[in-house]
Structure formats: structure tokens, C-alpha cells
């Protein structure tokens, strides 16, 4: 899921493309403000049956569009299913793949929680787990924060990433409030900086060719924020709102909300890092926030 509904709506993508020799995206049909032009479900491999990776949200209309990707490169059917994590928009998509293909493995990091909820079998997959296909192989890096289940794979032919939800071709990731971590999601992008990856292929927008600088921007954009909301409680005591108005002052009051869930989340993490206290309720949104 991701944010900044300005920017990613309105974003146009070709419902299917062949992004390099071994990988062929497809669109998933589910264009939304939370998902920009949809998720990007990606073919990859060369051979006769290729990994999915990501198959979608379940919106009907994208199996043509997979049988027509599988056409177009070459491909005669589906080796397995991968998960970069267990959003509806990524997982949701599971069920219609195997009515329509029948019995494949599904497979991904655990999230006892989430993962119940779907009456398939799932595979587990570990951190530096590989899943090969011919032509390709995948290794996948937990990299939580923006999902506890999150996996980053590897291209190692490209030195290329497969990102999930992570970061993202338009718009910015959005950290849940309830099971977000931000503290966690920026070691992940640290991790995935170390990485050193050429290209990023993103689960919503476009190809991203230059990896490191789109990470450290990512990582240079959540530094800032934090700077500027620990600058908005140097005249005082503050709560979630009140800081909003202050550091999302340039955006729509219809945005406000949402970036409350941003505020919150890095209130959280400077919070563990002792750089703000709380006081008053002990829920985030209703408590007076204020430098120690
Ligand atoms: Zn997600």
C-alpha cells in the first residue's frame, strides 16, 4: 500500500511489459489512491513456466491480461508463486491464480496472523531462502517495517531487487500504524542499500533505475521528517494533529489524516530512541508529545 494519492493517481501503465529478458510485468487491475496505477504481478524467468511473483489483489480482469504476458514472453504457464508479503493487494490475488492454474506452491515469510486468514497452502520461505526457475534466481531478504512478513528478492543474474512495498516507482510507502514498524523499515532500507542493487523493480509504479539513489532518498526523506517533527515540538508540548498542521502545512487538510499515520509512526521510533516522551493518554494520536 502506498501514499501520496496525488501522485499516484492519474499514473498510467502499459498492462503489460517486458521489463528485461527475464522479467515481464503485468498489471493487476486494481488501480486505486492506495495503489497507484495497481501492483505490478511480475513473470520472471525465461523458461516454459515462469515464478509469479506478487499475482495481485484477485480482481478478475487481470487473468487475461497474465495469459496475455505469458504469451508474450514466451511462457506456457506458471513454476510457483511468490509473496513479497501478505498485503491484500499482493496476497489477494492467490486464490484466482490456482483455480485458474490449478495446484502450485505458494510461498512466502510467515505472518501466523495474516497467513490464517487463506485457505491455501503456503510455503515458507526464510531469510536467503532461493527459489530458482531457469533463466532466474531469486533470494529472498527480510526486510520488515512496512509488513513483519516483508522479503526483498535478489535477481542475482541482474544484481537487480524486486522491492515489494518497500519502495515504490511513485508515491511513498506507507507504515501501518498496527503492524508498521518505521524503525524497522528504514534498517531495511539500509539493508537493501548494502545490497547494492542496479535496478529496482517496485510492486507499484514504474521501473526504477537507480537503486541506490532511490534508497537513499527514500532513507533521506523519513530523516528529514524527523527532524521536522522534533523542530514543531521545540515550542512545546504537541499532539499528533497539532504536528501535522505544522509539517504538512503545504498539503491538503484531506491528506492530514493520513499523514497522521506517518507522524505517529516516527513518533514511535523517536520515542525508542528517547529523542521525544509522551504524556497524558497512552494512545498515540491522543497523547501530548514533547522533546525530553
Ligand atoms: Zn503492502
Redesign the pocket.
Same mark, same amino acid.
Given at each position: 500500500?502506498t501514499s501520496t494519492p496525488a501522485v499516484m493517481l492519474g499514473m498510467e501503465l502499459p498492462d503489460v511489459a517486458a521489463w528485461s529478458e527475464r522479467v515481464t510485468v503485468a498489471l493487476g487491475q486494481n488501480p486505486s489512491v492506495f495503489t497507484g496505477p495497481g501492483t505490478n504481478t511480475y513473470l520472471v524467468g525465461t523458461g516454459s513456466h515462469r515464478i509469479l511473483l506478487d499475482p495481485g489483489q484477485g480482481v478478475t480482469s487481470y487473468l487475461p491480461i497474465l495469459e496475455r504476458a505469458l504469451a508474450e514472453c514466451g511462457a506456457e504457464g506458471l513454476q510457483e508463486i511468490v509473496l513479497t *508479503?501478505g498485503?491484500p493487494?499482493?496476497i489477494g490475488g492467490v486464490a484466482q491464480i490456482l483455480e485458474r492454474f490449478g495446484p502450485l506452491s505458494v510461498k512466502k515469510f510467515p505472518w501466523p496472523e495474516n497467513d490464517a486468514e487463506f485457505d491455501f497452502p503456503i510455503t515458507s520461505l526464510a531469510d536467503g531462502d532461493v527459489v530458482q526457475t531457469e533463466g532466474a534466481t531469486l533470494r529472498g531478504v527480510l526486510t520488515p517495517g *512496512?509488513?513483519p512478513d516483508h522479503l526483498c528478492f535478489v535477481l542475482e543474474e541482474e544484481g537487480a531487487l524486486f522491492s515489494?512495498?518497500n519502495v515504490l516507482g511513485v508515491g511513498t510507502t506507507v507504515i501501518p500504524s498496527r503492524s508498521g514498524d518505521l524503525g524497522a523499515y528504514m534498517d531495511s532500507l539500509e539493508c537493501m542499500l548494502a545490497l547494492g542493487p542496479t535496478h529496482i523493480y517496485p510492486?507499484h509504479g514504474p521501473l526504477i533505475e537507480d537503486g541506490p539513489a532511490k534508497l537513499r532518498e527514500y532513507l533521506d526523506h523519513r530523516r528529514q521528517r524527523d527532524e521536522q517533527i522534533l523542530a514543531a515540538l521545540a515550542d512545546g508540548p504537541l499532539q499528533v494533529a497539532g504536528i501535522v498542521k505544522v509539517v504538512y502545512a503545504a498539503y491538503p487538510e484531506s491528506l492530514h489524516a493520513a499523514a497522521g499515520q506517518s507522524v505517529a509512526s516516527h513518533l514511535r521510533k523517536l520515542e525508542r530512541e528517547a529523542r521525544v516522551v509522551r504524556s497524558g493518554e497512552p494512545d498515540l494520536l491522543v497523547a501530548a508529545w514533547s522533546l525530553p
Open positions: 500500500m *508479503h498485503h493487494d499482493h *512496512h509488513a515489494g512495498d510492486a
